[in-house]
């Protein structure tokens, strides 16, 4: 009930929000690095593809009309393992003249460490460009560590994963972190979107969902995939890390 509660506390946010849908589904981009992981890539895109159609599949028999289109994205577009043994098998390379509608950075698997963000300036480089021409970021977990290595962060609100914030307010002084908000919108036209724990990529679909194709088809996808929003954040967990190297 919480979480449904939450998702009607957007309603009276989400006709500002809203981007107009065309007769084409948008285009959510969610990009994959060598560091990430699968589990969180293929259970967004599935979150996604659900947006539209799955609601009438189960009460009516009949799917409807899909309104996102999720585009799992690499440097180099070819299939690539990552974290954990896993494989993704990219749908496209990036390139500068690609702009999807919005774009999902989700956990990485990496350590607090100032190395980190090695090997992927190719990606920190394609979402500078990206944001410049103004597009919309979402990151989950870890991934909002990409943001704030490309500059994208300084004197805004972020979140990120509890066990990640010390290092963040360490490397990144100029962000505003807020550890026990599960949820963070910030930056020009609210087009930085912050999801913090693991499974916060859950909620940080939703939020699109609703964002993008309205509140009730957010709250349906929330029933059909049995999701309950994250109420009450991160500070229960954020203790285990004070006091840490």
């Known amino acids: 009930k ?16 809203a981007s107009p849908l065309t007769d084409r589904p948008m285009e959510i981009a969610i990009l994959t690095v060598a560091e990430t992981t699968s589990s969180t890539v293929y259970g967004m895109n599935d979150l996604l593809c659900s947006a539209g159609r799955d609601w009438g ?6 799917p409807g009309t899909p309104l996102i289109r999720p585009t799992i994205v690499s440097t180099s577009g070819e299939p690539m393992q990552v974290a954990n043994n896993g494989w993704i098998m990219p749908h496209r390379s990036l390139d500068a003249d690609y702009h ?15 190395d980190f963000a090695i090997g992927m300036s190719e990606e920190i480089d394609w979402l500078q460009h990206y944001w410049r021409k103004g597009g919309i970021i979402a990151a989950a977990c870890t991934g909002a560590l990409l943001l704030a290595e490309a500059g994208l962060l300084d004197d805004q609100d972020a979140t990120t994963h509890w066990g990640f914030c010390d290092f963040v307010s360490r490397r990144y002084p100029k962000v505003r972190l807020h ?12 087009r930085l979107i912050m999801a913090g724990g693991g499974t916060s990529w859950m909620d940080l679909g939703l939020y699109l969902i609703a964002r993008f194709c309205g509140v009730e088809e957010a709250i349906h996808v929330a029933k059909v995939h049995l999701i309950d929003w994250h109420e009450v954040g991160q500070q229960p967990y954020a203790v285990l890390s004070c006091g840490r190297k």
Do not use: Y
């Open 2 to 17: 919480r979480g449904l509660a939450r998702m009607h506390a957007l309603r009276g946010k989400s006709t500002a929000m």
């Open 57 to 62: 599949l189960i009460t009516q028999g009949q």
């Open 100 to 114: 999807p509608d919005a774009v999902c950075v989700l956990e990485i698997a990496i350590a607090p460490r100032s």
């Open 179 to 190: 550890p026990n908000r599960a949820l963070v919108t910030s930056g020009e036209e609210q």
